[in-house]
């Protein structure tokens, strides 16, 4: 389809107080666009959430945006430690962040069933020492 | 209530966004916690927090938030007020402590206002 727009971020992992940026570029070319606002900020907390995710668990990663006309689609790729239990992760209150991001205002176990509640489908797709793959669809309606 | 109104009853200082000082405020969360602060849309809210990195300014643009406080007389730094600058979303400090703020703002009529889209 030729009005579907692609935008490619990679995120570094070293760098806390830089998650987000991507996000946040996400959001206002969504805003440009014109989406809803309902649209653009479930789709800007969901992103945020999992980039936060790369950051934090990952060492970064990349992030591939699409944006059609009634739908927008996000795939975030990682090559970390990959999620050993996606059942449990998805459980509020389960984190296995370290300390440290807790007292960075994360790892309160909220990030992956936060993204589950603001998407429209979230897929992830995760080998142990792999990497994960996490797809997210926002619909416009 | 407005972004000057929660100056005036917290007693708190301008750190950034003179311009936004009539911007109307419906509802309020104060967390240390971003994750949790995502987890509930609030329309027009305002963000208490203690926290002080870069994240807190990210969440409340992430959120539509329409100001932030920094309670426990914490201060953003430069990075965090030009993010703010960027999103146009004032700043405001307090000395009081994050119960008391919520309490003193809950007294003058501000609410949750929380909802988790199912």
């Known amino acids: 389809m030729s009005d579907t727009i692609k935008l490619h971020y990679d995120v570094d992992g070293r760098d806390f107080t830089r998650a987000g940026e991507a996000s946040g570029k996400i959001k206002k070319t969504l805003k440009d666009i014109g989406f809803p606002p309902e649209v653009i900020r479930n789709t800007a907390i969901a992103v945020y959430e999992a980039e936060i995710n790369l950051v934090i668990h990952a060492g970064g990663g ?21 999620i050993e239990n996606v059942e449990l992760a998805m459980q509020e209150g389960y984190s296995t962040a370290p300390d440290q991001v807790r007292a960075l205002g994360f790892g309160a176990g909220m990030g992956l069933p936060n993204i589950k509640k603001y998407t429209d489908e979230m897929k992830i797709d995760t080998v142990l020492g792999e990497g994960t793959v996490m797809t997210l669809k926002i619909y416009v309606k | ?36 602060v995502l987890a509930y849309v609030k329309e027009q809210a305002v963000l208490l927090t203690g926290l002080v990195n870069p994240q807190v300014v990210r969440t409340a643009e ?27 979303i004032p700043l405001l400090k307090t000395k009081r402590e994050m119960f008391t703020s919520c309490g003193i703002l809950y007294e003058n009529g501000l609410r949750g206002g929380a909802h988790r889209p199912e």
């Open chain 2, 62 to 88: 992430m959120m539509d938030m329409k100001c932030i406080v920094f309670v426990r007389g914490k201060s953003p730094d430069l990075g965090m007020i030009e993010l703010a600058e960027e999103n146009g």
């Open chain 2, 1 to 36: 209530m407005k972004v000057s109104e929660i100056m005036k009853v917290l007693d708190a200082e301008l750190v950034y966004g003179e311009e936004f000082l009539d911007r109307e405020v419906q509802s309020a969360c104060g967390s240390d916690m971003m994750s949790d």
């Open chain 1, 62 to 82: 990349e992030i591939d945006v699409e944006i059609a006309p009634d739908y927008v689609e996000v795939i975030l790729t990682d090559h970390g430690p990959g």
